[in-house]
């Protein structure tokens, strides 16, 4: 089936220190990949997205790309800031179905001054 | 604009009780998902309305679970006889028409704030 496996949590870092949560997917087909933040007290909204291999999504600092021989789609960020707390969500989706996200389990970020 | 919203924020209630969770999505988005999500564990797909399509109901968990929206706008989702294992987060989500097979692509799917159940 199709399943999403991020890195478990939490990850508590430095401000400025470089950042990466893994994500690796098993998917039937070609799907379209996101990560998804929600901050405390907040909704979950759209970090960024790739729709097909070696497309690199960015967003606010942050970076994935698309790696199909990998299949993976790892969340960078060269230099976090304490505002970056919050819980990172990978997810996929397929184009030609519902749309309908598959999600990992979630990676919560904690950054300290 | 107004984004999505949900009501009740929060809920509880005891085993064996029905409850309705409510979904207000962007006006013009065709497209609502309902997600669950328990905690320590990632949102899982309940289930997909788009316009007056059949919707995709293969994320419910039972068939204690049901859910209704008419047209485009407001989506009700009904837990009947709620059990312990019911306590989640249930988050709504919409979207643009789904593109479809023709377009390599995918529209933002935007999330309202969540219910908390919590079932005692």
């Known amino acids: 089936g199709n399943s999403v496996t991020q890195m478990e949590g939490p990850v508590t870092l430095s401000e400025e220190a470089f950042l990466t949560i893994n994500c690796t997917y098993t998917a039937t087909g070609y799907p379209s990949l996101f990560w998804y933040v929600q901050y405390p007290g907040e909704g979950l909204q759209l970090l960024l997205k790739a729709t097909k291999a070696d497309d690199k999504g960015s967003n606010k600092g942050f970076e994935a790309t698309y790696r199909k021989e990998t299949t993976s789609f790892h969340l960078e960020k060269g230099s976090v800031q304490v505002s970056d707390s919050a819980v990172y969500f990978c997810?996929?989706?397929?184009?030609?179905?519902?749309?309908?996200?598959?999600f990992g389990q979630g990676t919560t970020l904690q950054v300290k001054p | 604009g107004a984004g999505v919203s949900q009501s009740p924020s929060n809920k509880v209630t005891e085993k064996g009780k029905d409850v309705e969770l409510r979904c207000d999505p962007i006006?013009?988005?065709?497209?609502l998902y309902w997600y669950r999500q328990r905690l320590g564990q990632g949102l899982e797909f309940l289930i997909y309305?788009?316009?007056?399509?059949?919707?995709?109901k293969s994320g419910l968990p039972s068939d204690r679970f049901s859910a209704e929206r008419t047209g485009e706008s407001v989506s009700t989702l009904t837990i009947q006889r709620t059990q312990q294992e019911d306590s989640a987060v249930y988050l709504c989500?919409?979207?643009?028409?789904?593109?479809?097979?023709?377009?390599?692509?995918?529209?933002?799917?935007?999330f309202g704030p969540g219910t908390r159940l919590t079932v005692t």
């Open positions: 006006s013009g988005h065709t497209a």
């Open positions: 309305f788009q316009g007056n399509s059949a919707p995709d």
């Open positions: 997810a996929l989706s397929f184009s030609g179905n519902t749309g309908k996200l598959i």
């Open positions: 989500a919409s979207s643009l028409e789904w593109p479809g097979l023709a377009l390599r692509s995918s529209y933002e799917q935007y």
